[in-house]
């Protein structure tokens, strides 16, 4: 039956309005249940009414969203794109109640059908499509375009594999398959005519075509095509609800049947399984690039996939393809979707059949590059042979860019050649590589960094050259993170004492948490503040017993480290100082050292060998303090296993101390940061990232610093630095490292943790022993202050009060002014 959509629309809209009361989801969640899940409520399992009630929550969504994509295809608005190789979304169901304010209906529906809604909640496998930081930032963007109305498309991968489950056995990683499509996901819509094909391999050709005009046909080896897969973004408590696009792929019919036609099936099944492959699995490696065909292949096709799908928008609306970057801005998500730069340069040169110099004035319009890190390491370049096999095209154009681009920098620099080698687009001082971070930048009008001190470090050293040429295309946009999901969803306790505080408009405008400010040395006030956190601090004691069978004491101060496990991050300097700790405690049972529990949680990538010892060392040392006698009621380690969305939201709002701790100049932002800082937990850092930032909003007595300094860390590296000086001078230091080196924390085996330990007292690459005794003073500094209930709680109500810059409304905000050219509609 055809159906008339500006009918429908309307009408469907009326229904949704009245949709949002608790009688109405009760029906709606009973009739899904059997129309949907073929059940009825005395047989049906707590997943069925999971989804029961997920399938009435979207079927809310999806009036708004049906009118967002419709007012955006037909009215004069310039799209934000945010390109992005992982998204890591967490949980919908608590997010979507939330922003479309019907968590308290929802509650009483649920439990007139005899249901808890917070267990149903739990039950939701989180899409973990991204490996930490930069991925969750995605999302939290997502989160605030659509609360400030911003026209925005999210693109990236559904990874049918999201980031992998850690296991902890025998107190080792062990990676486990993320099977989070397994039950279905019902958040999802599949378009399946929403779809392109994407070229791989084989060689070029150049021609005249019929009107004079030369032109390069790719006559590509093979074909994937990607599916349109789409989620809805609601914002909160506003009609706009955005798109996140995932690209699925599949084999392409037409090669297939080729091969049946000759009696090749096996043939034709191959390719059909090596076309599905593409999006099968997020790789798991936070920073160190690896340099993986397969890689490449993902970056491309979602690329290929998202630019061919801005390019029909367009035609839809009606718009010449002149005006392709005045209808669209697209952010890069680092260089991951950097190739956009190449791409869309082959679309509008030999798809569109637009001039050189058109073709690369839209593109560079199009475009902006985000940098997420300075860590050379990190910074991703493509092998020459492995590019031209993979993408012949591209590659083509890459050298083409790079021709004229060079040719600026001789005129500008004559006689400089070598500052043309080290801004080429091609690293040539060994095998030949595309550099991708030097590709986004010159395809860009916009380059931004993370964090103030982050912007600053990348003008001066990885792109300096860059930054001397075009100063005017350098920008910082400080990270942000939502409030909606950070505060609001996870701590509800809080959230409802906000409100009454300063009133709820602090969820769409965080700076008026300010008004807290007034209440910080109000002695009944910080009697209900500490009520909140004791509760949540309970709550995780729980999970931390049902996660790992250790009791922890909700008394304790909880100092946590949550992050993904890296050397920069330095978790091995926090389990240094716990070793001290231990000691110190085993000599003098009297010391007046408040209780603590140290909580750890993360994953490391499953090659990288020393962050796979260091949670290793972890869980010796929790083994064996655990289990001392002497240290009950003093000390507790906590590994927390499979650190995800899901149980960040029972983490941040749960901690006293947030362990920010990375050697200054190496942590990009951070963003954990903020989170554990808008839930009024304090932090003891480095000036590194946006901690800088977070001190500064703090204020400098309501944060706990210690460290050398990004400059210091430069000139020692430069000048050789001699861990093993600091190790001679403190002999705490040297017997908690002796102790490590012992085995004592691994059952007596002494040849386990000595790489971790030699490396350390050779090489300390992170510095984490020249920041030692700073860190052990300022953990004292903590000590005291924690044993001031008063103190601790009014530094605790200003950091909260002061956390309004890290929303990433702020953000948001500021990419729209920037860079996008794109104010907020509301
Ligand atoms: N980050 Br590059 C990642 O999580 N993954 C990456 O591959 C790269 C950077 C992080 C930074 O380490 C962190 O400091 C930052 O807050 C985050 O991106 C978002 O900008």
Not at 112 to 138: F, H, I, K, T
Not at 396 to 415: A, K, S, T
Not at 443 to 449: E, K, V, Y
């Amino acid at each position: 039956m055809a159906t008339n959509p500006t009918t429908l629309a309307p009408r469907a809209a009326e229904a949704s309005r009245h949709g949002l009361d608790s009688e109405s989801l009760q029906r709606d969640v009973l009739e899904n249940l059997v129309s949907l899940q073929a059940r009825y409520p005395a047989i049906a399992t707590p997943h069925d009414w999971y989804m029961a009630l997920a399938y009435s929550v979207r079927d809310r969504l999806l009036v708004r969203w049906v009118e967002t994509v419709q007012s955006y295809a037909a009215r004069d608005v310039r799209i934000a794109c945010y390109l992005s190789a992982e998204f890591l979304i967490g949980p919908q169901l608590g997010n979507n109640l939330v922003n479309l304010g019907i968590e308290a209906d929802a509650r009483e529906a649920m439990l007139a059908l005899g249901q808890d809604l917070d267990a149903v909640m739990a039950l939701e496998e989180e899409p973990g499509l991204g490996n930490g930081g930069l991925g969750r930032l995605a999302a939290c963007y997502l989160d605030s375009l659509a609360t400030l109305e911003m026209p925005a498309i999210g693109y990236g991968i559904r990874y049918e594999f999201g980031i992998f489950r850690q296991a902890i056995r025998d107190g080792w990683q062990v990676e486990e398959t993320d099977k989070w499509l397994q039950k279905g996901n019902p958040w999802e819509i599949v378009r399946p005519e929403v779809a392109y094909y994407v070229n791989f391999g084989g060689h070029t050709h150049s021609e005249t075509d019929a009107e004079g005009r030369f032109r390069v046909r790719w006559i590509a080896a093979n074909q994937v095509k990607g599916v349109a897969c789409d989620t809805p973004v609601q914002g909160y408590r506003v009609e706009t609800c955005n798109t996140l696009r995932l690209w699925r792929s599949e084999a392409v019919e037409s090669f297939d049947l080729a091969d049946f036609n000759v009696g090749d099936y096996y043939g034709a099944v191959e390719q059909k399984v090596v076309s599905e492959t593409l999006s099968k699995v997020l790789y798991p490696n936070d920073e160190p690039e690896m340099g993986k065909r397969l890689r490449l292949a993902q970056q491309y096709f979602f690329v290929s996939c998202s630019l061919q799908d801005m390019l029909r928008l367009l035609q839809q609306k009606g718009e010449p393809i002149e005006r392709f970057a005045d209808v669209f801005v697209a952010q890069l998500n680092d260089t991951h979707p950097s190739i956009a730069v190449a791409e869309l340069m082959r679309l509008l040169l030999d798809e569109c059949g637009l001039q050189w110099g058109q073709a690369w004035d839209i593109t560079q319009r199009a475009l902006a590059y985000t940098n997420h890190t300075l860590l050379p390491e990190a910074l991703e370049t493509w092998g020459l042979p492995l590019f031209r096999g993979l993408l012949p095209r591209p590659l083509e154009i890459i050298y083409e860019i790079n021709r004229r681009f060079l040719d600026e920098v001789r005129q500008r620099h004559p006689g400089d050649e070598s500052r043309v080698s080290r801004m080429s687009l091609i690293d040539e001082s060994g095998d030949r590589r595309i550099r991708m971070a030097h590709l986004a930048t010159v395809g860009s009008h916009a380059i931004n960094g993370v964090a103030a001190l982050h912007s600053t470090l990348l003008r001066e050293t990885v792109l300096r050259d860059f930054a001397e040429l075009w100063p005017e295309r350098f920008h910082n946009v400080t990270n942000g993170v939502t409030p909606r999901r950070f505060l609001a969803l996870c701590n509800p306790g809080l959230a409802r004492l906000l409100d009454q505080t300063v009133g709820e408009g602090w969820i769409a405008d965080l700076t008026r948490l300010r008004g807290l400010e007034a209440h910080a040395d109000d002695e009944a006030f910080q009697q209900r503040w500490r009520a909140i956190k004791n509760a949540n601090k309970e709550a995780l004691a729980k999970h931390i017993h049902s996660a790992t069978g250790v009791a922890v004491d909700p008394r304790a101060l909880f100092d946590i480290q949550v992050k993904r496990i890296h050397e920069y991050k330095r978790q091995h300097l926090n389990a240094l100082y716990i070793v001290a700790l231990y000691q110190r405690l085993r000599r003098e049972p009297q010391l007046a050292l408040a209780p603590r529990c140290f909580v750890f949680g993360g994953k490391a990538a499953p090659g990288y060998a020393m962050a796979k010892l260091i949670i290793r060392l972890i869980n010796g040392i929790a083994e064996v303090v655990n289990n001392d006698p002497a240290m009950e009621g003093r000390l507790k380690v906590v590994f927390f296993p499979n650190f995800n969305v899901k149980s960040a939201h029972h983490i941040y709002p749960a901690a006293d101390l947030s362990e920010q701790i990375s050697t200054a100049g190496k942590e990009a932002s951070g963003t954990g940061n903020m989170k554990f800082m808008m839930n009024g937990v304090l932090t003891i850092g480095t000036l590194d990232g946006a901690n800088v930032e977070i001190r500064e909003e703090a204020g400098a007595e309501n944060f706990f610093l210690f460290g050398l300094h990004a400059q210091d860390v430069e000139r020692l590296q430069r000048e050789g630095y001699r861990p093993a000086d600091h190790v001679t001078a403190n002999d705490e230091l040297r017997e908690a490292l002796e102790l490590i080196a012992s085995g004592h924390f691994l059952r007596g085996q002494s040849d386990v943790f000595r790489p971790l330990v030699e490396n350390l007292t050779q090489w300390d690459h992170f510095l984490a022993l020249a920041d030692y005794a700073d860190y052990v003073a300022c953990q004292a500094r903590v000590d005291a202050a924690w044993q001031d209930p008063a103190t601790w709680t009014r530094m605790s109500i200003l950091n909260t009060a002061r956390s309004g810059k890290f929303s990433s409304d702020r953000a948001i905000r500021e990419y729209g002014d920037r860079i996008w050219g794109l104010a907020p509609m509301k």
